[in-house]
């Protein structure tokens, strides 16, 4: 997808939320800083933006901060842009990872993969690896990710479960980095958040300011 991970990445488009019978558009700007911060800013009449960085998270709805738990900010990292993610898991020697299987996705052949953080390093947050588990669906031809699920949850015990899925679509090619120009989410199965991206750039000089975590 690129022959490095950008310093920063800022993408600009449209956006559409559906949260039952209420469909709103809008504009988006998706952000990332190195392979630990990422915002996403929805801009709708009932729109949010989320934050996270290095291992923490805050929501802004309606000029409200909400601090978000240790347990929901683990699966809160944006994977609009999955390269970060990826590369995050690559590089950190905690990280576990499996190889599930050679499935079909859309008509695709991909392999799908499982990753974690086991904090094996640091014994005080072992509590968190079960809240990174992240499951992977890569095109086995073209080698794109086309997939990407995580479960939310905002605690342990009884806390509800969240399913989310971002699929990908729509590859091209920006100053010789990849990036998916169609990224459609869903919650619990059903469509949530769909991004049209229009505009890409990078190693624009973005810094900690942007990505402020309350």
């Given at each position: 997808m690129g022959g490095s991970v950008?310093?920063?990445?800022?993408?600009?488009?449209?956006?559409?939320?559906?949260?039952?019978?209420?469909?709103?558009?809008?504009?988006?700007?998706?952000?990332t800083k190195g392979t630990s911060q990422t915002s996403e800013q929805i801009q709708t009449p009932h729109g949010f933006t989320l934050v996270y960085a290095n291992?923490?998270?805050?929501?802004?709805?309606?000029s409200v901060v909400t601090t978000l738990s240790s347990e929901l900010a683990s699966s809160s990292r944006s994977v609009a842009y999955p390269v970060p993610l990826i590369a995050a898991v690559l590089n950190n020697p905690d990280s576990g990872y499996v190889y599930l299987a050679l499935e079909s996705l859309n008509g695709l052949q991909v392999h799908h993969l499982q990753c974690w953080n086991s904090f094996n390093s640091q014994p005080r947050f072992q509590f968190l690896a079960p809240f990174t588990l992240t499951d992977i669906w890569i095109d086995a031809a073209s080698g794109l990710p086309q997939r990407i699920s995580q479960v939310q949850k905002?605690?342990?015990?009884?806390?509800?479960?969240?399913?989310?899925?971002?699929?990908?679509s729509n590859y091209q090619k920006v100053s010789g980095v990849?990036?998916?120009?169609?990224?459609?989410?869903?919650?619990?199965?059903?469509?949530?958040?769909?991004?049209?991206i229009t505009s890409v750039t990078f190693d624009t000089g973005l810094t900690d300011a942007n990505f402020p975590v309350q």
């Open positions: 950008p310093s920063d990445s800022t993408a600009n488009g449209t956006v559409t939320t559906v949260a039952g019978s209420l469909t709103e558009t809008g504009s988006a700007v998706i952000l291992g923490q998270a805050s929501q802004v709805i309606n905002a605690g342990r015990g009884s806390e509800p479960r969240l399913k989310i899925d971002v699929y990908f990849l990036y998916p120009f169609l990224i459609q989410k869903s919650l619990n199965g059903s469509p949530w958040i769909t991004f049209i």
